[in-house]
T-cell receptor, first 115, second 118 residues
Framework: GENVEQHPSTLSVQEGDSAVIKCTYS??????FPWYKQELGKGPQLIID?????GEKKDQRIAVTLNKTAKHFSLHITETQPEDSAVYFC??????????????FGRGTSLIVHP | ETGVTQTPRHLVMGMTNKKSLKCEQH?????MYWYKQSAKKPLELMFV???????ENNSVPSRFSPECPNSSHLFLHLHTLQPEDSALYLC?????????????????FGPGTRLTVT
């Protein structure tokens, strides 16, 4: 099955700095790579995603890049703000044993933005 | 508010109790999912239902019993749980888990039920 590795587990930055979180995946058939943000007491919320036929996608201060050959993808947050502090999860969506396309998640990165 | 609600938000139960978790989605999606989230571990997929039919069961112990009466509601029935089952249980929904490279398959998560087994 799919295996997703995510680094770092904790990331501490100053407000205004950039933050980068990296993930690798193992199944070359995976075709969709979402990123989720989870705040305390809430479920994960999708913040950006990228499909396997695209190399880069940007949405305001957030961008995601995908290198299919190397099987890695990254989340970039620029001009970080204290409200960006949360746990971020990457995922790779591949085919489960039952035929459904399901995501496999990384372990998460706790991002702390200091004012 | 993601359109996915879960009740209860918190649950404490003894190992001999029977309880149920409920999830409801108001997004018109076809698929619903149960995940287990434990500290320091990745999100673990437990079950997937597509059009009320279970399509994935990730080797989950039989003390967890899912039920999906329709595409909008999902239950997780719990009985004789162990302390290591204490975790945040998350429900999610999506449009089409069978879609390949096309289609809409973003998942929307509920807030979770924090379960403590004593």
């Amino acid at each position: 099955g799919e295996n997703v590795e995510q680094h770092p587990s904790t990331l501490s930055v100053q407000e205004g700095d950039s933050a980068v979180i990296k993930c690798t995946y193992s199944d070359s058939a995976s075709n969709y790579f979402p990123w989720y943000k989870q705040e305390l007491g809430k479920g994960p919320q999708l913040i950006i995603d990228i499909r396997s036929n695209v190399g880069e996608k940007k949405d305001q201060r957030i961008a995601v890049t995908l290198n299919k050959t190397a099987k890695h993808f990254s989340l970039h947050i620029t001009e970080t703000q204290p409200e960006d502090s949360a746990v971020y999860f990457c995922a790779a969506r591949g085919k489960g044993a039952g035929g459904s396309y399901i995501p496999t998640f990384g372990r998460g990165t706790s991002l702390i933005v200091h004012p | 508010e993601t359109g996915v609600t879960q009740t209860p938000r918190h649950l404490v139960m003894g190992m001999t109790n029977k309880k149920s978790l409920k999830c409801e989605q108001h997004l018109g999606h076809n698929a619903m999912y149960w995940y287990k989230q434990s500290a320091k571990k990745p999100l673990e997929l437990m079950f997937v239902y597509n059009f009320k039919e279970q399509t994935e069961n990730n080797s989950v112990p039989s003390r967890f019993s899912p039920e999906c009466p329709n595409s909008s509601h999902l239950f997780l029935h719990l009985h004789t749980l162990q302390p290591e089952d204490s975790a945040l249980y998350l429900c999610a929904s999506s449009q089409d888990p069978l879609a390949g490279t096309d289609g809409s398959y973003e998942q929307y998560f509920g807030p979770g039920t924090r379960l403590t087994v004593t």
